[in-house]
């Protein structure tokens, strides 16, 4: 492999190695992983639930006791890279990407115009 496949090949892993650390640093807080859907976190605590989802780049937080659930959002907020605006709060996997990049030796490398030789390949809809 060539360094610059090593690199788009760890960038499309970034969201893999982001999700194992929220998974980590979830579960250190008592939630358990569900065994039939990964993207589903649990906590009950005496009358307290909490319901932790993922599904892409959404997490949507459900549960009985406001602050519990806020006190989940103030870890969050610690753990992760948050960007809030007027209109919502995003979660961000820029470090992860970042951190593959350095990773791969080109994190000060300057973007450059690379022109492909395109190919015309007849009948690639038939293999």
Request: glycine share 4%.
């Amino acid at each position: 492999m060539s360094p610059s496949q090593i690199l788009v090949y760890g960038l499309k892993q970034a969201s893999h190695q982001w999700f194992s650390k929220f998974t980590e640093a979830i579960q250190a807080t008592s939630f358990t992983q569900s065994k039939a859907d990964y993207s589903l976190f649990t906590r009950k605590n005496d009358k307290s639930f909490t319901a932790l989802l993922i599904y892409i780049d959404d997490i949507m937080i459900i549960g009985n006791n406001f602050s519990a659930i806020n006190a989940l959002k103030q870890f969050l907020n610690t753990r992760i890279e948050v960007s809030r605006s007027k209109k919502d709060i995003s979660i961000c996997q820029r470090k992860y990407a970042l951190d593959i990049i350095k990773d791969g030796g080109a994190l000060g490398a300057r973007p450059v115009r690379y022109f492909m030789i395109q190919q015309s390949i007849e009948g690639w809809w038939d293999i």
